[in-house]
T-cell receptor, first 114, second 111 residues
Framework: ETGVTQTPRHLVMGMTNKKSLKCEQH?????MYWYKQSAKKPLELMFV???????ENNSVPSRFSPECPNSSHLFLHLHTLQPEDSALYLC?????????????FGSGTRLTVV | QKEVEQNSGPLSVPEGAIASLNCTYS??????FFWYRQYSGKSPELIMF????GDKEDGRFTAQLNKASQYVSLLIRDSQPSDSATYLC???????????FGQGTELSVKP
């Protein structure tokens, strides 16, 4: 499989549940990103990883916990979420260095918190 | 001031017309500029990138960059209903690989 793969595509979870989102890239990129996109709102950067080291945490609540075991895999662990966390969660990857290479996005996980 | 600004729209154009989408950015050190298309409920898809001042054409799409004015635009010629989507401008180059996205412009092409 090529590109950036996100699983699951859809997720419904209760506020007391714990779940994880998975992202895998097959592009040889060394930077990976998590974005949140709520309805009719711009992309919100959550986390940035370069060579599996976290380089940015954009004031994200602790109920979101990222994990990057290697440059090809990125997880977002979710626990005790709130209904306002319902959104499309997008993973992206890029070469990460230099003058700014374009991102390749995964298909996203549509999360609904009930 | 937002780092990357776009008119949110919606921008409505008739089929066959030229759609013009605009974006301004605040960081003069920016070096790379991207246009993404996002259909409703889908993820963004890269359609154009430009690094140098001037125009860059790819099929019906033309990206225009003016670094002195800190302005980048996307022209879509012979617009089709299938071009109806939100177009995101992204700017990068001064913060490692990180891109800064605008809020997107919604384009509607009417048959």
């Amino acid at each position: 499989e090529t590109g950036v793969t996100q699983t699951p595509r859809h997720l419904v979870m209760g506020m007391t549940n714990k779940k994880s989102l998975k992202c895998e890239q097959h592009l040889g990129h060394n930077a990976m990103y998590w974005y949140k996109q709520s309805a009719k709102k711009p992309l919100e950067l959550m986390f940035v990883y370069n060579f599996k080291e976290q380089t940015e945490n954009n004031s994200v609540p602790s109920r979101f916990s990222p994990e990057c075991p290697n440059s090809s895999h990125l997880f977002l662990h979710l626990h005790t979420l709130q209904p306002e966390d319902s959104a499309l969660y997008l993973c992206a990857s890029s070469h990460g260095q230099g003058k700014g290479y374009g991102y390749t996005f995964g298909s996203g996980t549509r999360l609904t918190v009930v | 001031q937002k780092e990357v600004e776009q008119n949110s729209g919606p921008l409505s154009v008739p089929e066959g017309a030229i759609a013009s989408l605009n974006c301004t950015y605040s960081d003069r050190g920016s070096q790379s500029f991207f246009w993404y298309r996002q259909y409703s409920g889908k993820s963004p898809e890269l359609i154009m990138f430009i690094y140098s001042n001037g125009d860059k054409e790819d099929g019906r799409f033309t990206a225009q960059l003016n670094k002195a004015s800190q302005y980048v635009s996307l022209l879509i010629r012979d617009s089709q209903p299938s071009d109806s989507a939100t177009y995101l401008c992204a700017v990068g180059g001064n913060q490692g690989g990180k891109l800064i996205f605008g809020q997107g412009t919604e384009l509607s092409v009417k048959p």
